[in-house]
């Protein structure tokens, strides 16, 4: 924060929803992971976080109180490299983590990020974790060169003033309410682990393969995984009494839409749904659903809309009045009933990563994990690198009968899925 | 490896599949062994009944109920007293009833729930002004009519005029509110009570709405001024009905203007000087400071009393000078001025 003398700045728009719903069994964590060819040594990579850091002075930070809005002040202390657990997204010791609001971990052959969404979203984390892999590589002797357009910055450039900026209020419309609230969606009931663990099953399949599929519906990759997903919400329902609409969430990176270089968050979500009351689906049915609500929610002014009514409401002079402890209550309830209450899971897709070609050898594959919430027990990160589209389901129940029945029929769909558990 | 169930390729290093923890078994077994699980689609399950039908079952079983104890009444007063006359009065509950219970749940999908219940409103005004009709007109159900009407006014402006601004819907009910006062009172015979109750309401949206009408620049000096003009009337007001104008211009005036001149100065050197909040608020403390002691001054000339100052408006503006002079010292300090942003997110 050196850039503009800053000593703090506000949270963004959605992160100040963030550390209100916070719980340590349940942290808004988000997780980019990526191999590498070569064994991660920790004592190089903190070197290379160190000055990373630099560079990106918006995540040197911790979180604090005000007395109206909790906000983000700049962190003296050194960051920290963990050891990887068996269980991605797990909640943040702040103390232990000298109060970052974001956790390096690294294990044998990969590196992760795991990041807290009140400090950036996938897209600001992914940008940070190709820098960051770089800069490590360049410390074990490599040659590579910074490139910008594909995600790996310049570590001594001087940070931009735009980068702190939260876009949200450079492109919300003033004259937006907030969006009314949409009747409960199904939430899959299981066994729940022990707090804070979240456990994973990945499957990895051929991206080109996957596009091919999708086509032949008509859709996008993301599209088509969002489909199966409804579909797969919609099957295990329908072993249960008293049906709900099944929703799917799929954050959007308003960066493709709207100039911005905000390394904030920068992200909204649409919400994919099937309502198993009116009757059963086929998947074309699914598909054909699913893709006007993309096509319908991409659209620039609903991408607005969607996102407006959520700044009005922080500018509410009412709500700015409110002091931050009564504010967190409310904030909460608002989040369960406007927020993960009416969504059956979400699916992020990070889309095609691509490195410069001197630096792409020595990575193999990038997977991308979101932390399930309270309501939600599954969540599912896609990301597509050199071909390798991995999906990631993480869960904090036991049984698996979402993954399964997504993975399935992507099998019956003659796509060749690879299985493992565990990130 | 794969997962004969689930159709999957598992990772080496998986013995059970993560999906459904079937062992993994060898790759020519799988073909087989999934087309035994395929056909077990799940049947879709029967429809439930619709609502139409159930509304419809409501409507006969309310309107016979309602039908046969209209029968019975009209045979029992026709029998009895070979015409009708005291059963007018319980068939007409029984048509309200008929009205409020089967029009709202029959109409449901058509009209919106605010026109329902202002139709059964309006039914029972009507009612009620039939009842006083067949007693004599007392006029009393004139104060019932005109209350329903303007709680139906209440409740539907918000629902049903989405065009509207809320802050014009406030306004439109504050008016109806007034009039509604004004028609109460002339119904008991004008005793100039809505007036008070009326300016009260003026007074009242002079400080609350007004703001949000006025250009944004100026609107803080200019809602100060009109509300100064709407106390001093409202103050006019309530000492003329009460017989007392002469303590107008003696107390009540110089009152009003001791709070509101240092508060539209405040506004007006604050803008012109620039100040952060913090030396708007300190402007603010140093005139609720001086309208303290000036209101005192006033008091007690017009009690004419020996002292020109008591100790409440003395500690009272004491007090205020010391937040003063802190908020001056912070828009001054950059230190306590970021700290103080910070905390406040300002």
Redesign the interface.
């Known amino acids: 924060m050196d850039k503009a003398n800053r ?2 700045m ?1 949270l963004d728009n959605m992160a100040n929803l963030f550390p209100a719903i916070e719980r340590f069994s349940a942290a808004p964590i988000y997780r980019v992971q990526a191999e590498l060819d070569r064994k991660v040594e920790s004592q190089i990579l903190k070197e290379a976080l160190d000055m990373c850091l630099k560079r990106f002075p918006y995540f040197k930070v911790r979180l ?1 109180k ?4 909790a ?1 983000l ?1 700049s962190n003296r202390k050194p960051a920290v490299v963990w050891p990887d657990g068996p269980y991605p997204c797990a909640g943040m010791d702040y103390r232990a983590n000298n109060h970052y609001l974001f956790r390096l971990r690294c294990r044998e052959n990969a590196v992760a990020l795991e990041a807290l969404h009140a400090l950036t979203d996938g897209g600001g984390s992914m940008v940070f974790l190709k820098t960051l892999v770089a800069q490590y590589l360049r410390l074990c002797g490599e040659k590579i060169e910074p490139d910008k357009g594909l995600g790996v910055w310049d570590i001594d450039e001087e940070p931009d003033e735009e980068e702190f900026a939260d876009s949200f209020l450079k492109y919300y419309n003033k004259d937006i309410k907030s969006l009314g609230i949409k009747s409960p969606a199904y939430h899959f009931r299981g066994t729940r682990h022990r707090q804070d663990v979240a456990s994973v ?1 990945c ?1 990895q399949m051929s991206g080109r393969q996957v596009a091919e599929t999708a086509r032949n519906y008509g859709l996008s990759v993301t599209e088509y995984l969002v489909a199966v997903y409804v579909r797969a919400l919609l ?1 295990v329902q ?2 249960t009494k008293n ?1 709900r609409p099944v929703r799917v969430s799929v954050p959007v990176n308003l960066r493709n839409f709207f100039p911005s270089k905000s390394m904030r968050n920068f992200t909204n979500f649409i919400l994919c749904e099937a309502d198993p009351r009116l ?2 689906y086929r998947f074309e049915d699914i598909a054909a659903q699913v893709h006007h609500t993309m096509r319908r929610g991409l659209i620039k002014n609903n991408l607005i809309k969607s996102f407006s009514g959520n700044v009005n409401s922080e500018k509410n002079f009412l709500v700015r009045a409110l002091p931050l402890g009564l504010k967190t209550v409310i904030l909460s309830l608002i989040y369960h009933f406007k927020g993960e209450n009416q969504y059956s899971g979400s699916l992020s897709n990070l889309g095609v990563v691509k490195l410069p070609p001197d630096m792409e050898r020595f990575v193999e594959s990038f997977s991308c994990y979101l932390a399930p919430n309270t309501v939600n027990p599954t969540n599912c990160g896609a990301v597509c690198y050199k071909d390798k589209l991995v999906v990631s389901f993480t869960r904090t129940v036991r049984e ?1 009968h979402i ?2 029945e997504f ?2 029929f992507l ?2 769909q003659g796509v ?6 565990g990130s | 490896m794969y997962c004969v169930r689930c159709g999957v390729e598992l990772a080496e290093k998986e013995g059970f599949c993560p999906l459904c923890g079937t062992k993994a078994y060898d790759p020519d077994e799988v073909a087989k062994l999934l087309s035994e699980c395929e056909g077990k689609e799940r049947q879709p399950a029967p429809e439930r009944a619709t609502v139409r039908y159930i509304k419809n079952r409501y409507v006969a079983i309310v309107r016979f109920c309602i039908f046969m104890s209209m029968l019975i009444l009209v045979i029992v007063n026709l029998s009895v007293n070979g015409g009708l006359n005291w059963s007018l009065y319980p068939l007409s509950v029984l048509a309200l009833l008929w009205f409020c219970m089967i029009f709202p749940v029959k109409y449901s999908h058509r009209f919106h729930p605010v026109i329902l219940v202002s139709a059964c409103v309006g039914a029972a005004s009507l009612f009620l002004i039939a009842i006083d009709l067949l007693t004599g007109f007392g006029r009393w159900s004139l104060i019932a009519l005109y209350s329903a009407a303007y709680a139906c006014l209440a409740v539907s402006l918000p629902l049903l005029a989405k065009k509207l601004n809320a802050k014009h819907i406030i306004t439109i009910l504050a008016a109806c509110a007034g009039l509604y006062l004004f028609a109460l009172d002339f119904e008991v015979g004008f005793k100039g009570w809505s007036l008070y109750a009326a300016c009260g309401i003026v007074l009242l949206w002079c400080f609350a709405m007004l703001p949000l009408y006025l250009n944004k620049s100026y609107s803080a000096l200019i809602s100060f001024i009109v509300d100064t003009l709407a106390i001093a009337l409202f103050l006019y007001l309530v000492l003329m009905v009460n017989g007392a104008e002469d303590k107008f211009f003696s107390l009540a005036l110089p009152i009003a203007l001791s709070a509101c001149l240092p508060a539209i100065l405040t506004c007006g050197v604050s803008k012109a000087a620039r100040f952060s909040v913090y030396g708007i608020l300190s402007l603010s403390s140093l005139s609720a400071a001086i309208a303290s002691l000036l209101i005192n001054l006033f008091i007690n000339l017009n009690l004419k009393a020996q002292a020109f100052l008591n100790q409440w408006s003395i500690i009272t503006a004491s007090c205020c000078l010391f937040v003063a002079a802190f908020l001056f010292a912070t828009e001054k300090s950059k230190k306590i001025k970021e700290y103080l942003n910070k905390k406040l997110n300002i």
């Open positions: 000593t703090w506000r604090k005000g007395l109206f809005w906000y002040e099953i499957g099957n329908g072993r049906r009757g059963s698996s993954e399964r993975f399935s099998v019956k060749k899925v690879k299985v493992k558990s």
